[in-house]
């Protein structure tokens, strides 16, 4: 038997969101839908002189995707911009310490999705 | 009164556990599960009798094609048509209607024809539709909804005109659990020349359908959601309306005779059958109907009532839970509700560890829950082999949640 996702860490972070709300100036912004519930994830990115990351989520869904942003968004902050790309969608399920079917690991890796699609947009300036 | 203690013991799914725990199974509406007559009927026609139907001159062949032209004579009373010839076999309720927007569709509409859907409907019973007015250049309508989830009927007489060609509604929704007056819409439909499809992909298996009192004139369903097998399906036609009809699918079984630059058709119903047909599925679809005849449609419908109308006296005890749809009067055994603040996917997740599998989103209905003012519902849904002791269990598994997700939602 998988165990429950829904452990102390889990429900903390989705009750006390880390890096939730908008980001002053940032240089790009990552949206991202998931049709299956209308759950959106945003993830706005700025970064320093150094090219380390400064990040803020914020949306609606699910216990799994909104403390998987906050994770996430605890995670890169202040990273090298370089690791923040490198990151996979194992990282977030190894951040996590969840194990998750094929339909409850889209909800969890939504957050990632949004950071990508910002990263992204960085690369295109 | 069904005696469901003794159906449940039919279907050997219900005896499995999952997560550790007794199966409470409360997703019906989405895919029911198989009583065993039906599984030995399948079994039976591998082992024993199969090979390919309408072809081989041997007996095998000839045994197989009786079994599977059997279960269309099955199907064919069980919805009361008017003759066998009026009974295709297709993949499913989706490819059914599907099969209508394509063959019958494409020739009788046109610009400044009108299609007429209901906010209540699935998608598979609005996207077809919206392809064939891109195509045609047809305008696809919507009967609206009452706040309460019932058909506003009201709006149906300016609705409803000579350019309306085509009226296509459920017969129960798979999200409000609503019934709708099908043989009244059908009427007024018809007082304007439309021709009308009823999806019955959730009616059919729950409630006693009478095509020719029905009076539609296409009527699709899924033998998966009736306690038969997937990969079969049915769309019923008005003889004179399939007869006109170009053939959906071109292939084997579907010719009378092919040369090299044309083809003539086979009679209904093969004519819409192209290509080697769900042969042991069909076999299945007929042990289903024969299981739910056993039964008695009647039966079913009252035993989904009461114990949708416990459920729902349940579930509304719950400080926090507000249902969607209309009172346990007027609708099927399907519950769609909304629990605090707690996320459908959250607390289906939550039900699962507790062993109860129900559904979580938006149930295929989009339109529906955007008019409803929602992203998704969760959704329990009852049939033959549930009790009220499944709804106890599923009030339960709630309150858990609840208690377990304490002050987080």
């Known amino acids: 038997m998988t165990p429950s996702p829904y452990r102390e860490r889990i429900l903390d972070h989705y009750q006390r969101p880390r890096h939730r709300g908008s980001l002053e100036a940032p240089l790009a912004v990552g949206e991202i839908d998931n049709p299956v519930c209308g759950d959106q994830v945003r993830i706005a990115v700025r970064l320093d002189a150094d090219e380390r990351v400064t990040a803020a989520f914020d949306g609606e869904g699910c216990i799994l995707s909104m403390a998987a942003a906050s994770m996430l968004a605890e995670h890169v902050q202040g990273r090298p911009l370089s690791d923040v790309r490198a990151l996979t969608d194992q990282d977030i399920l190894d951040l996590m310490e969840v194990e998750l079917g094929p339909v409850r690991v889209k909800c969890a890796l939504l957050p990632l999705r949004a950071l990508q699609a910002a990263l992204e947009e960085l690369e295109d300036r | ?409």
């Open chain 2, 1 to 409: 009164m069904l005696d469901a203690e003794r159906i449940r013991a039919d279907f050997p799914i219900l005896s499995c556990r999952t997560n550790d725990k007794p199966l409470i199974f409360l997703d019906s509406a989405a895919s029911s599960q198989k009583p065993a007559a039906v599984l030995e009927a399948m079994d039976a026609a591998y082992r024993t009798c199969y090979a390919n139907v309408h072809r081989g001159v041997y007996a095998l062949s000839e045994e197989a094609t009786r079994y599977y032209e059997e279960a269309r004579d099955k199907v064919t009373a069980f919805i009361n048509a008017a003759a066998r010839e009026e009974v295709i076999f297709t993949r499913n309720a989706t490819e059914s209607i599907n099969l209508v927007a394509y063959a019958w569709g494409r020739k009788a509409l046109g610009p400044g024809d009108r299609i007429l859907a209901t906010e209540m409907e699935h998608h598979s019973n609005i996207v077809p539709w919206q392809l064939l007015a891109q195509e045609t250049g047809a305008e696809l309508r919507y009967l609206p909804i009452t706040d309460a989830g019932e058909l506003q009927l009201d709006a149906l007489d300016d609705l409803l005109d000579e350019r309306v060609k085509l009226m296509a509604f459920t017969l129960m929704s798979n999200v409000l659990g609503t019934i709708t007056p099908a043989a009244e819409i059908v009427r007024r439909a018809h007082a304007v020349g439309a021709t009308v499809l009823v999806d019955g992909a959730q009616g059919v298996p729950h409630l006693p359908v009478d095509v020719q009192a029905l009076g539609c004139d296409f009527l699709a369903f899924s033998a998966h959601k009736m306690c038969g097998p997937t990969g079969i399906g049915v769309l019923y036609g008005r003889r004179a309306l399939l007869e006109a009809m170009p053939p959906f699918l071109g292939g084997g079984d579907m010719i009378r005779r092919v040369e090299l630059h044309r083809a003539t058709w086979n009679d209904l119903p093969w004519k819409f059958e192209a290509g080697t047909p769900p042969i042991v599925e069909g076999i299945g679809l007929g042990a289903a109907v024969d299981y739910l005849n056993r039964l008695g449609m009647d039966a079913i419908a009252a035993h989904e009532r009461d114990t949708a109308r416990y459920a729902m006296e349940r579930l509304s005890a719950l400080p926090g839970l507000h249902i969607v749809g209309p009172p346990a009067d007027r609708r099927g055994g399907v519950i769609a509700f909304t629990f605090r603040a707690i996320h459908p996917h959250d607390l289906a997740h939550l039900l699962d560890t507790e062993g109860i599998a129900v559904r979580a989103g938006h149930h295929c209905a989009q339109p529906l829950h955007a008019r409803l003012g929602l992203n998704a519902t969760t959704r329990a849904s009852f049939y033959v082999y549930n009790t009220r002791a499944d709804a106890d269990r599923l009030a339960e598994g709630l309150e858990h949640v609840a208690h377990m997700l304490g002050k987080a939602v």
